[in-house]
Nanobody, 124 residues
Framework: QVQLVESGGGLVQAGDSLRLSCAAS????????MGWFRQAPGKEREFVAA????????LYADSVKGRFTISRDNAKNMVYLQMNSLKPEDTAVYYC?????????????????WGQGTQVTVSS
């Protein structure tokens, strides 16, 4: 099994930056890709970004492309989400997720393991 623990959420102003971290433990060799999702009140969970665990290729939602960067440190079993130029519409609970198969990564169904979520609030 894989366990994911997130950190780095908080309250910031529009235009500020924030970095989220996710630590993976357990059967980390079974991870093929990791991703970030977010969910705002009254909205469905949406894809933000994903990264191939071994190759490092990335995928981003159009709404965050050019502002957010996903990265990973395999030696430390860590994945990060660097968020720049934050907007109020980025406000949501952000979830880290791990997929055993690096296929159809924008779909939540592709991920078997999820973190507890961390709140990001961007004020205007």
């Amino acid at each position: 099994q894989v366990q994911l623990v997130e950190s780095g959420g908080g309250l910031v102003q529009a235009g500020d930056s924030l970095r989220l971290s996710c630590a993976a433990s357990g059967r980390t060799l079974s991870i093929d890709a990791m991703g970030w999702f977010r969910q705002a009140p009254g909205k469905e969970r949406e894809f933000v970004a994903a990264i191939s665990w071994r190759g490092g290729s990335t995928l981003y939602a159009d709404s965050v492309k050019g502002r957010f960067t996903i990265s990973r440190d395999n030696a430390k079993n860590m994945v990060y989400l660097q968020m720049n130029s934050l907007k109020p519409e980025d406000t949501a609970v952000y979830y880290c997720a791990a997929s055993p198969r690096g296929l159809r990564l924008p779909a939540a169904r592709s991920y078997d393991y999820w973190g507890q979520g961390t709140q990001v609030t961007v004020s205007s």
